[in-house]
C-alpha cells in the first residue's frame, strides 16, 4: 500500500512539474518548491536548470560565428575536449559529436570574450555537466555562459582574489585551521582552484555533481560556492590537524581531494551546514566584493581593499551600526576601540569598549588585564543582552594606517590566539565620523548621531569633510550602556599608565644624535651616512621602505637547531626577540650578532627547537637603527648603501626587544668594530 502511494505522488510530482516547466514561467519560486525532489529526469533537469540560469527560450548565441577553430592553443582545446569526452560513457559517433561541441563552445567563448584558454582552467569541468543534460549546441553555449558569468569569480587564478577572500573567511570561522595551513605556507588556491573553477565538478562523482548544482542553482548565490568550501575542510579539520609531520605536497593533495568523498545524500546537510555559517558571517565579506561576480568586463577597482594584505575580515561602518540597532538575530558586533586614550576620550561609538593598543607594548601586564576585562565584559553584555552586545569581535583603529599599526598588534594578538569571529572596521573612526555627518547632511535617521559620545557620556561632534563641526542635538547624558560602565575605570587607568610612560620618557636627558665610531666621534657622519642610531618620534614609516629581508624564498626555507647555532664560536651575542612584520604579527625569534652578521632565527611553532633562517643583513650595510620615544622596545634597523644619489635602504627590520637598549649597545659596538675595520684596511 505504502508503495503505491509513493508511486501515485512520484507521479503526480512528474505531472506537475512537467506542466511547470512546460509553462516556460520564470518563477524561480514556484521552481524551488518543487525542485527538492531526489532523482530527476535528464529531459526535466535540463528544463529546470536552463530555467535557473535564465536561459530558457534564449536564442542561438552561436549563430554569428562561421565556426573556424583557428585559435593559437586549438590544439589545447581540442586535446581538452577529447580528454573531457573519454571520460563519458558513450558510442564512437556520439564522442565526436561531443568533442566537436565541447570545443566549439569554448572556441566560440575565448573569441566572444577576447580571452585565451590556458591549462590550468576549469572550463571542461565545468561543461561536464551540462553534457549529461543532451543540450544541443545552443543549449549548451548559453548553459555555459551563464554558469561562467553568473558564478565563477572574476580573478580565479593563482594567487587571485577569490582566494584570498576565502581565506579570510576561513580565518573568521576556523582560526586554528587557518593557522595551520598558513604554518605549511598551504594557500586556497594551491587546493582549491579546480573546487571554485568548476563549482567542484572536477572532483565530484557525476551524479553527486548533479545533486550539488540542483541545490546551487536553486539558491541562485553565487557567494554559496565559498561556505561550501569552507564546510570541506571544517569537516574535514580533525584530519588535517592530524597532519602534522605530512610534507606540504601530501595535505594538499588529500585537502583537493576532499570533495571527492561526497556522496549523493551528503549534499543537503552540506548546503544546510553553508547556510548556517553564512548566517554567522557579516554581510560586509559579499557587499564588498560583489564585483567578483557577473557580466561587466571592468577590472576591479584600484580602490578596492587588497585582500592579500588584510590582517582579517573587513566589516563595513554602516553594518556594525545597523547590526547592533536592529537587534537582529544575526551577526552583532562586540565593538573594541583601539585607539589610544585621549582620542577615545574625545569621542567613541558609545557602546565600544576601549583597549589602548599602546599598552601592548608600554605595560604588558596592564594590558594582559585589559584583555581579560574585554572578554569578561563581552560575556556579561551578552548575558544581558545589552545594546553593546555581539558574539563577533570587531576592532576600530583611528583610520589612520601609523596610528594603527599598534592596533594590528592587538589583532595579530587574538589571531594567534585562535580566536574565532575576528574583524576590523573597514576606515576606523574616521569612516564612523564620516558615515554619521553624510546621514545628517542627508537628513537620514537622526537618532545615529547620538552613537558618539565622549567619556564623560555627553555627545561628541561630528567634523564634516571640510572641517565644520556638527553638534549633535541635546546635551543629555547618552547611552550609559554597560560596557562604558565597566570601562571607565579602566579607560583612566590607561591614560594613567600613558602619563607615567610620557613622564619617564621627558625626565630623561635630551638625546643627541650620535655616530657610532670607536672614539664615540660625535658630529661627523661616517663616509655621510646620516646618525645611525637614534631616539625620536620619527615615522614609524618611509615610503620607500622596504619590510621585508633581503632573503630569498629558498634561504627562509632553511631550518636550523636554535640552540646549535647560538653555541657557534663566531655568535658573539644573542638576543631573544619578536619579529614585527607590518601588518602587527609578532614572532617569537632570536637575533645573533657575528663578527660580521646579524641573524634573524624565527622559531617554529611546531618544531621546537628549531627555526627559519629569516634574515642574514651584513653589519656594513645598517644604515640606522631607531626606536620612539614612546615605545623604546620597538627598534627598527635600516639596511642600504651609500650611491651618488644618496643612501639607498634595501631592507627594514622590526623587532620587539627587552632591554633593548643593552641589545642596540652590543650591535653598535659590533658595527663599529666592522666599520674600524674596513677604515683600516
Known amino acids: 500500500m505504502a508503495d503505491a502511494v509513493e508511486e501515485a505522488l512520484q507521479g503526480s510530482w512528474d505531472q506537475d512539474l512537467a506542466e511547470a516547466l512546460d509553462s516556460g514561467s520564470s518563477d524561480m519560486e514556484m521552481e524551488r518548491s518543487i525542485i527538492q525532489v531526489q532523482e530527476q529526469s535528464a529531459q526535466h533537469r535540463a528544463k529546470m536548470w536552463k530555467i535557473a540560469l535564465n536561459v530558457s527560450g534564449k536564442g542561438d548565441s552561436l549563430s554569428p560565428w562561421d565556426g573556424v577553430l583557428d585559435l593559437p592553443e586549438q590544439t589545447l582545446i581540442h586535446n581538452r575536449s577529447q580528454q573531457l569526452i573519454d571520460q563519458l560513457d558513450m558510442s564512437e559517433e556520439e564522442r565526436s559529436d561531443m568533442v566537436s561541441d565541447v570545443e566549439s563552445v569554448i572556441t566560440f567563448y575565448c573569441k566572444s570574450r577576447n580571452i585565451s584558454f590556458t591549462p590550468e582552467l576549469s572550463w571542461p569541468h565545468i ?24 558564478y565563477i569569480p572574476r580573478d580565479c587564478v593563482p594567487n587571485g582574489r577569490p582566494f584570498h577572500l576565502y581565506r579570510l573567511l576561513l580565518q573568521y570561522h576556523e582560526p586554528e585551521l587557518c593557522s595551520f595551513l598558513d604554518t605549511k605556507k598551504i594557500t586556497p588556491d594551491s587546493y582549491g582552484i579546480n573546487w571554485l573553477g568548476s563549482l567542484f565538478s572536477s572532483n565530484c562523482l557525476p551524479d553527486v555533481t548533479q545533486a550539488l548544482w540542483d541545490f546551487y542553482l536553486q539558491q541562485a548565490d553565487p557567494f554559496l560556492i565559498f561556505f561550501l568550501m569552507l564546510i570541506i575542510l571544517v569537516n574535514a579539520k580533525e584530519t588535517i590537524l592530524s597532519q602534522e609531520g605530512a610534507s606540504k605536497e601530501d595535505i594538499i593533495k588529500n585537502l583537493e581531494a576532499s570533495p571527492s568523498l561526497l556522496e549523493s545524500e551528503d549534499i543537503e546537510d552540506l548546503f544546510s551546514l553553508a547556510q548556517y555559517y553564512q548566517s554567522k558571517t557579516p554581510l560586509s565579506l559579499r557587499k564588498m566584493n560583489q564585483n567578483l561576480f557577473g557580466s561587466s568586463l571592468v577590472a576591479l577597482k584600484e580602490e578596492d581593499t587588497d585582500l592579500s594584505q588584510a590582517l582579517c575580515l573587513p566589516v563595513s561602518v554602516p553594518e556594525i551600526l545597523q547590526a547592533n540597532q536592529l537587534q537582529q538575530d544575526g551577526v552583532r558586533f562586540f565593538v573594541v576601540d583601539c585607539r589610544p586614550a585621549e582620542q577615545y576620550n574625545t569621542g567613541h561609538l558609545s557602546t565600544a569598549f576601549h583597549l589602548d593598543s599602546d599598552l601592548m607594548l608600554q605595560n604588558p601586564s596592564e594590558f594582559a588585564l585589559s584583555v581579560k576585562s574585554l572578554l569578561e565584559a563581552q560575556k556579561q553584555s551578552l548575558e544581558s543582552g545589552s545594546i553593546a552586545s555581539g558574539e563577533h ?92 560602565k565597566m570601562t571607565f ?74 640552540q646549535t647555532w647560538i653555541n657557534k664560536p663566531d655568535v658573539k651575542h644573542h638576543i631573544p626577540c619578536n619579529e614585527v612584520k607590518e601588518t602587527g604579527h609578532m614572532f617569537p625569534s632570536h637575533l645573533l650578532i657575528t663578527t660580521t652578521h646579524m641573524y634573524c632565527l624565527r622559531e617554529i611553532a611546531s618544531r621546537k627547537g628549531f627555526a627559519y633562517i629569516q634574515s642574514r643583513q651584513a653589519l656594513n650595510s645598517v644604515v640606522k637603527i631607531t626606536s620612539k620615544k614612546k615605545h623604546p622596545e620597538l627598534i627598527t634597523f635600516k639596511f642600504g648603501s651609500n650611491n651618488s644619489a644618496g643612501v639607498e635602504i634595501s631592507a627594514v627590520e622590526r623587532y620587539l626587544i627587552p632591554n633593548a637598549g643593552d641589545a642596540t649597545k652590543v650591535i653598535k659596538q659590533q658595527i663599529m668594530k666592522v666599520l674600524d675595520a674596513l677604515e683600516s684596511s
Not at 131 to 150: H, I, T, W
Not at 410 to 426: C, D, G, M, R, T
Not at 509 to 521: C, F, I, K, M, W
Request: with cysteine; aromatic share 8%.
Open 489 to 562: 575605570a579602566l579607560k583612566s587607568k590607561s591614560v594613567n599608565v600613558k602619563e607615567k610612560m610620557i613622564s619617564f620618557i621627558e625626565n630623561t636627558s635630551t638625546p643627541v644624535e650620535r655616530h657610532v665610531s670607536s672614539s664615540d666621534r660625535v658630529g661627523k657622519p661616517y663616509r655621510g651616512v646620516k646618525p645611525v642610531f637614534s631616539i625620536g618620534d620619527e615615522e614609524e614609516y618611509d615610503t620607500d621602505e622596504i619590510d621585508s629581508s633581503s632573503m630569498s624564498d629558498d634561504d627562509r626555507k632553511e631550518i636550523v637547531n636554535i
Open 393 to 484: 569581535l570587531c576592532f576600530m583603529g583611528s583610520g589612520r594606517e601609523e596610528e594603527d599599526m599598534y592596533m594590528n598588534m592587538v589583532l595579530a594578538h587574538f589571531l594567534q590566539k585562535n580566536k574565532e569571529y575576528v574583524s576590523i572596521a573597514k576606515g576606523g573612526f574616521m569612516a564612523l565620523q564620516k558615515h554619521l555627518v553624510d546621514m545628517n547632511i542627508e537628513g537620514l535617521d537622526s537618532s545615529y548621531l547620538h552613537w558618539i559620545v565622549s567619556t564623560s557620556g555627553s555627545h561628541s561632534s561630528l567634523s564634516s569633510a571640510d572641517g565644520d563641526l556638527l553638534s549633535s542635538p541635546g546635551d543629555s547624558k547618552g547611552v550609559k550602556s554597560l560596557v562604558n
Open 127 to 150: 561543461l561536464k555537466p551540462l553534457l549529461s543534460l543532451q543540450l544541443p549546441r545552443s543549449d549548451l553555449y548559453n548553459c555555459f555562459y551563464a554558469v561562467m558569468n553568473k
